[in-house]
């Protein structure tokens, strides 16, 4: 409180001492705050400067929001007005700039802005300095507005780099002219493109060549401040050229001086010529100059005492790293590695793996690399890494035989971090048969190589080892023997980690049920990985999220370089493109009897009648599978539907190599159908390219309960093997069935019961015996039943054996419900089907159709 | 942008701290004592500027005193290890041969001092005579 009371004195040193105490220790919630603005406010309209500056420092110093809407109004037209001593303009723009920071709504820039960057040309260089700071932020926010300002910069600048050092008498700081504003204006400068308006840009780039020729001049004082303050405006102005980026003739210029700083006395200009040379290296311009200093740079690496400087000298070789000398630079790195920081260990593992990536042009060295990796730097290596060299040694099947080898010679040494046991065990596992040759690296070797360091890991690599074994019973069936007692012992069945435990016990049984073929599929080498970014590459950028701004600000047309794994993996065929099925289904698909051979008979009209019910049949239970094929064409359905409607996908896969055309399918549907299935079948493109898939869409409504099932006729003409055009013209039944429209009901045994008792008309039953067609599996069953639609209900029928099922069948005239019991005699390999529906035709239906599932 | 400067001795007593930046007070003291770890071991090999959390310090010794500034990691390194010397230059000509004790004794004078050659976190004025010239009108005041 006595503080606010000296504000209000008239005495300096009192108003002094009361805008100290209240800076340095104000609250800002106290109710004092008021007060204290109102005070401020007096102040600033006084006569007196040295009161105006100091409200203007306190205003500055606190910058509250309280401030921001008291004096939002005042402050600029205090900053422009031409009354104002120049030190109360000095104090007003950067209190601006200060309130500005604190919201941005402070200033509304249209009325001011020109009036603000006009005070760029004032005469007393100390209100440029602070105004230039005000524009430069200002100019983020609203770089129209403020545009003017950009050649009044240049103007300025280049008046003062060219002046002498008497014209500038209180603002030459050891004998260089105005350094601080001038790197404010270079600053500045980078708020913007380079200018287009030709007179501006040949005085701009004036300015910059004449800052480097200073640079070169021979210094004029052999004090340290004349050159810090010289190298300041110089490193600025090479900020400048690397953000304008269009002048090659001054990056290299650029490059050739830093590469002077490179092995200067100062570690501080070392350091910063390395800061402003990873800029400078990723502009395509200046990137071979940069490599020419390869030598320097590496050197300083090894030589350089402060572990920053060498940290900037890896980021620089990593920048600068492009093919020719990648291999060069990631022994370097490797060789650094030994003896790194351990704080900056993990990054620079990110980044040799990164970088061998990248540039392999062996991947044999990139797997040398990787283990190298592992070894000196064991703990660093984050999964990322180990992951990705996985990918690409089961993506190329040439580093494979190289890679085991390797990891099997490594494995050997006495002292073996825990991620190569991780890597070699599963690399041997995936492709130890391909060494298992050599005497000295047989599989029982293996397996004791391995195994040796079991007991020393971690459990997650433990329970990768399991893994690697069973896989080994598959590839090396002489060792079984062994790999079963390690399953069994007791460590491995009992322990106390559930998946070790698992992993023990399911493998142990695997490898003793299994047969041999079956070992082989469940064990077959892995597959391909797909393409993805590289994660390592996003793991990088989230461990050094300040570098990635940087080198956003700076090179936003650049291109990051993305370590994207070649694509190694063969097209798929073209059988495997069309739909996924499950072998069963192709393999009967494709044994289709009753084909007509329409091969080398000449132009044919004939249409083979509808024979593809034994398909049309398998698919009432499956919603998608192949409908049709011959060597010519395939066709394929997918089916979706929902309450009354459905929705079938067809897919035809042209076979040939030549295209068929007038492709024309046309919907075929039995009159008494009409009335009760609506069809409707989207048009389909008349031509289909050989080898390739067109696709079909056909929509239903089903307005009652039907019977009969729609067919389609597909005719095109294609050309066969001979070279002849032939036609082709089929019909063939849809899988559109009435329970493709069953919506499944759950309901308990009770439920189910008095709903069976109430359909017990004779009207309302269907009731088949029948012969099994199939063996009697529980599961089969079960899955059959599911298939249908309707909901398997369990524990509802007294018998265990039985299966029941509840459904309704949605129609756009009624709903259907449905309920389905099926007996199974197992002794007699027969089935008692009943179906009880309240409509006649929707039982028997069902009924005749279950009776060939099963 | 300054974040704040920092005068510290090599005890790691605070001579002076002006902060542009808000920060509470636990906060401040945590700062100022990890600067205090972070440029004590450091010697004449190493370079003038450090890292530090996200920003970096510019900073350099006088006999017994630490002068640092904490400053965005964008911004020019010599600007900022220049604006110091100037700085000092002026607090030795304004004291005439400056020492501690004189800053220990006149707080309130280096106050106006910093206030006089940076606000709101940007140099406001480099040129040292004018500089000297207002603080000895001030003086003047009674």
């Known amino acids: 409180m006595e503080a606010v009371n000296l504000l209000s004195s008239n005495k300096y040193t009192e108003k002094q001492i009361g805008y100290l105490f209240i800076s340095v220790l104000i609250n800002l919630n106290s109710d004092l705050i008021k007060l204290i603005i109102q005070s401020i406010k007096n102040d600033i309209q006084s006569r007196n400067p040295v009161h105006v500056n100091l409200a203007l420092q306190c205003i500055a110093n606190i910058g509250s929001r309280d401030m921001c809407e008291a004096f939002a109004d005042d402050l600029p037209k205090l900053l422009t007005s031409g009354d104002t001593v120049d030190s109360v303009k000095q104090s007003a723009a950067l209190c601006l700039l200060k309130l500005f920071r604190t919201s941005n709504d402070v200033i509304s820039p249209n009325e001011t802005a020109s009036r603000i960057v006009h005070l760029l040309n004032d005469s007393h260089l100390g209100v440029v300095t602070a105004a230039v700071s005000l524009i430069e932020a200002l100019s983020k926010k609203w770089p129209e507005e403020f545009k003017g300002c950009v050649s009044l910069a240049i103007s300025r600048l280049s008046r003062i780099v060219t002046s002498t050092y008497t014209d500038l008498q209180d603002y030459t700081y050891y004998f260089v002219p105005a350094p601080w504003l001038c790197v404010k204006l270079l600053r500045l400068l980078q708020n913007y493109p380079p200018p287009e308006d030709p007179a501006n840009k040949t005085r701009l780039l004036e300015c910059l060549d004449g800052i480097l020729n200073k640079a070169q001049d021979a210094p004029k004082s052999k004090k340290v401040q004349h050159a810090n303050a010289k190298n300041a405006v110089l490193f600025e102005a090479i900020s400048l050229i690397i953000h304008m980026d269009s002048e090659p003739n001054l990056l290299v210029r650029a490059c050739n001086q830093l590469g002077t700083f490179l092995s200067h006395r100062e570690t501080n200009l070392r350091y910063l010529a390395l800061e402003s040379m990873c800029l400078l290296a990723t502009s395509e311009f200046s990137h071979e100059a940069v490599k020419k200093h390869q030598e320097t740079i590496i050197n300083s690496l090894k030589t350089e005492r402060d572990v920053s400087v060498r940290q900037r000298a890896i980021d620089l070789l990593y920048a600068m790293c492009d093919r020719t000398n990648a291999e060069n630079i990631v022994a370097e790195m490797l060789t650094y590695l030994e003896t790194a920081d351990y704080s900056i260990r993990e990054e620079m593992v990110l980044k040799v793996a990164i970088l061998a990536e990248k540039y392999a042009t062996d991947y044999t060295w990139y797997v040398d690399v990787i283990l190298k990796l592992i070894r000196i730097a064991g703990d660093y290596v984050s999964e990322e890494v180990w992951y990705r060299v996985i990918q690409i040694v089961v993506n190329r099947e040439d580093v494979q035989g190289y890679a085991s080898k390797t990891v099997f010679e490594a494995l050997q040494r006495p002292a073996c971090h825990e991620n190569m046991v991780k890597v070699g065990g599963y690399i041997l596992g995936e492709f130890g048969n391909l060494i298992a040759g050599d005497q000295r690296s047989s599989p029982q070797i293996q397996f004791d190589l391995l195994h040796s360091k079991y007991h020393l890991c971690s459990v997650s690599t433990r329970c990768l080892l399991l893994s690697t074994y069973v896989k080994f019973c598959n590839l090396f069936p002489e060792i079984k023997g062994h790999i079963q007692q390690v399953f069994s012992a007791d460590h491995n069945l009992k322990n106390p980690d559930a998946e070790l435990q698992q992993r023990a016990v399911e493998y142990l049984q695997l490898s003793k049920i299994a047969s041999p073929d079956v070992l082989a599929t469940i064990l077959e080498e892995m597959p391909q990985f797909p393409e993805k970014e590289s994660s390592l590459l996003s793991k990088f950028k989230k461990t050094k999220p300040q570098v990635e701004e940087i080198e956003n600000q700076v090179a936003e047309k650049k291109q990051r370089p993305q370590a994207v794994m070649r694509d190694l993996s063969q097209t798929g065929s073209i059988t495997g493109k069309i739909i996924d099925l499950d072998d069963t289904v192709t393999t009967n698909g494709s044994s289709n009897s009753g084909i007509i051979d329409i091969f080398g008979t000449g132009a044919q009209n004939g249409t083979a009648p509808a024979d593809n019910m034994q398909e049309v049949l398998k698919l009432m239970l499956k919603p998608n599978g192949i409908l049709f094929e011959d060597p010519i064409i395939q066709i394929g359905c997918k089916l979706e539907t929902r309450s009354n409607l459905a929705r079938l996908g067809m897919f035809y896969g042209n076979k040939t190599n030549a295209a068929f055309d007038n492709f024309a399918v046309a919907v075929n549907c039995p009159t008494q159908l009409t009335d009760q299935l609506v069809v409707q079948a989207k048009p389909v493109d008349p031509s289909v390219q050989g080898g390739a898939q067109v696709q079909q869409l056909i929509n239903f409504v089903c307005l009652q309960e039907f019977t009969e099932q729609p067919v389609i006729q597909v005719s095109f003409n294609y050309t066969n093997t001979n070279g002849t055009q032939q036609s082709f013209s089929r019909l063939l039944y849809l899988p559109i069935f009435i329970n493709k429209f069953f919506e499944p009901t759950d309901m308990a045994a009770e439920q189910f019961f008095s709903r069976w008792k109430q359909l017990n008309q004779a009207n309302q039953e269907s009731q088949n015996v029948f012969a099994a067609k199939f063996p009697l599996d529980n599961d089969a069953i079960k899955n059959k039943l599911m298939g249908l639609g309707s909901k398997l209900l369990e524990n509802v029928d007294p018998n265990p054996e039985n299966f029941v099922c509840a459904g309704i069948i949605h129609t756009q005239a009624l709903q259907i419900g449905t309920l389905i019991r099926l007996e199974p005699n197992r002794q007699a390999k027969m089935y008692r089907l009943t179906v009880r529906s309240n409509r006649e035709m929707a039982a028997k239906t069902l009924c005749a159709l279950l009776a060939e599932q099963f | ?142």
């Open chain 2, 1 to 142: 942008m300054i974040r704040f400067i920092l005068i510290q001795n090599r005890a790691g007593k605070t001579r002076l701290a002006k902060w542009y930046m808000h920060f509470d007070d636990d906060e401040k003291q945590k700062l100022i004592e990890e600067v205090h770890a972070v440029v004590t071991v450091r010697d004449a090999k190493h370079t003038n500027f450090v890292e530090f959390r996200n920003f970096k310090i510019v900073y350099r010794r006088y006999a017994g005193l630490y002068f640092c500034i904490c400053v965005d990691i964008m911004d020019n390194n010599l600007y900022y290890l220049e604006a110091i010397h100037n700085f000092v230059e002026v607090l030795n000509e304004y004291f005439h041969n400056v020492c501690e004790l004189d800053l220990v004794f006149n707080f309130y004078k280096v106050y106006t001092v910093v206030d006089e050659m940076f606000l709101a976190g940007e140099i406001r004025e480099t040129s040292q005579n004018k500089v000297l010239k207002q603080l000895m009108s001030l003086q003047t005041l009674e």
